[in-house]
């Protein structure tokens, strides 16, 4: 059995900003992932959520593809993804999901009508309000803990029209976990700027980490090329000696990740660590919240991520070019229904 991290826990509430800060950068600099309470968002509203999900996954078959991912809006069946691109295995990963995008693009959403349905479509747009909410002070404590004002990316015009998503999803649980290179979700890094999840409390959700002797690669003082170089190593999947560790989920708790564009802004110094979910024989939910910067921002090394020594390790990429590319390859259905360059 899998040992299970020891996460931080970062207070969204805290009235001492630049101590969360300080917290929020240890936590990115460590393994990129933490635990977000007191954000706002009232368990009353997630129990909604999770009822709602489920009700739309039990629906039969010949309904759910009513709603045909299109646009990445709407539904994708199981199997019809497998994040992890290098696997060899025939399928994809054994989860079904629903995303829901920006409401400034709200006509591309496909929602289940009020008849069938009532309350689903409200119940949702409450709560991406409430999350992009919550995820818009987090990016402003994300920037305080790169040395940058609180507003950085809010005045850089990244998220001006941010282009967020919420995914819902729906992990069976008669799944065979026996069989090699079946996961629920296989091992992956995802695509954005930071991740808000949610889970039925179901185990399954682990982190990657990687044996290394040397103890300077978690320095929080040493953003040096030396600590840069090991970590973007991580990042490509090395031949170091993964370790996978569970991550546990805390009732009422987000647990959130850095994802790659703010990996790429910050020059490897954050982190997007490669995760996964495994079977367990029991049946999962989870709300996944991925915070994007807006479609034209252009992500580039930050100044205060670079120096002389440690130039900037990617080049500039549009935002929806990165993401884009990134459904494309992970799609087994046609990843012509994931455009987001419409």
Not at 82 to 111: P, V
Not at 169 to 194: E, F, K, L, Q, T
Not at 273 to 281: K, N, Y
């Amino acid at each position: 059995m899998s040992e299970a991290l020891q996460l931080p826990v970062i207070d969204l509430s805290s009235d001492d900003p630049l101590s969360t800060a300080k917290s929020i950068r240890q936590a990115c600099l460590d393994l990129g992932f933490f635990y977000l309470v007191n954000h706002g968002v009232e368990e009353e509203l997630i129990k909604k959520v999770f009822e709602h999900s489920k009700k739309f996954f039990t629906l039969p078959i010949e309904e759910k593809i009513k709603f045909a991912v299109k646009n990445h809006r709407g539904y994708t069946g199981l199997y019809d993804e497998k994040l992890d691109t290098s696997l060899n295995a025939a399928i994809g990963d054994a989860k079904e999901s629903f995303y829901i995008g920006t409401f400034a693009e709200n006509h591309l959403n496909q929602w289940p009508s009020e008849e069938d349905m009532p309350s689903w479509r409200s119940t949702m747009e409450a709560y991406y309000k409430k999350v992009l909410s919550a995820g818009m002070k987090l990016i402003s404590l994300i920037s305080l803990a790169l040395n940058l004002d609180g507003d950085f990316f809010q005045k850089s015009g990244a998220l001006s029209e941010p282009m967020a998503f919420l995914r819902l999803i729906h992990y069976p649980g008669d799944v065979d976990s026996s069989r090699d290179g079946v996961y629920g979700a296989s091992a992956h890094s995802d695509y954005g700027m930071v991740t808000l999840l949610l889970t039925d409390g179901v185990p399954g959700l682990q982190a990657c980490s990687f044996c290394n002797s040397n103890p300077l690669i978690f320095a929080f003082s040493i953003p040096t090329c030396f600590h840069l170089r090991h970590q973007q190593v991580c990042r490509e999947k090395s031949e170091q000696q993964k370790v996978w560790e569970d991550v546990p989920s805390i009732s009422g708790a987000f647990i959130v990740n850095i994802g790659d564009m703010m990996e790429r802004w910050t020059n490897c110094l954050f982190r997007s660590t490669i995760h996964r979910v495994m079977p367990t024989g029991q049946e999962r939910y989870s709300v996944a919240f991925f915070l994007e910067p807006n479609k034209d921002c252009i992500v580039e090394c930050l100044e205060t991520c670079c120096s002389e020594s440690c130039p900037p390790r990617f080049p500039p990429i549009r935002s929806s070019d990165y993401l884009e590319e990134r459904f494309r390859l992970a799609s087994t259905a046609s990843a012509e229904n994931h455009r987001i360059n419409i």
